[in-house]
């Protein structure tokens, strides 16, 4: 399984990027998918992702301004991102994940696979 992200790069205040995570080895058919982003001396936070059940949901910070989609037929994921802040800074990674179940009181997957990375840098 590889996930390969791109679509990163420097981006005045309010500007729009869009990243893209290419799936081989995997389809996102029934899967957990989600970007997460990762800025200097922070800890890895998600941002937004569809649910195995095909629902998209979003991080309050970016909601509004972040879209996530699916094009089942090139087996790719995006983030569309608009109206960026210095604040949206970081690295960015896609995340795929198996079936939930839980164990032990804790909500796992039967597996979970992480993209390279891509750094997106908001800034005048």
């Known amino acids: 399984v590889q996930l390969q992200a791109s679509g990163g790069g420097l981006v005045l205040p309010g500007g729009s990027l869009r990243l893209s995570c290419a799936a081989s080895g995997i389809t996102f058919n029934s899967k957990t998918m989600g970007w997460y982003r990762q800025a200097p001396g922070k800890e890895r936070e998600f941002v937004a992702g569809?649910?195995?059940?095909?629902?998209?949901h979003a991080d309050e910070s970016v909601k509004g301004r972040f879209a996530f989609s699916i094009d089942d037929a090139k087996n790719t994921a995006f983030l569309q991102m608009n109206n960026l802040i210095p604040e949206d800074t970081a690295v960015y990674y896609c995340n795929v994940k198996g079936t939930p179940y839980w164990k032990d009181g804790v909500r796992r997957h039967t597996f979970e696979h992480w993209g390279q990375g891509t750094l997106v840098t908001v800034s005048s």
């Open positions: 569809m649910s195995s059940s095909g629902t998209t």
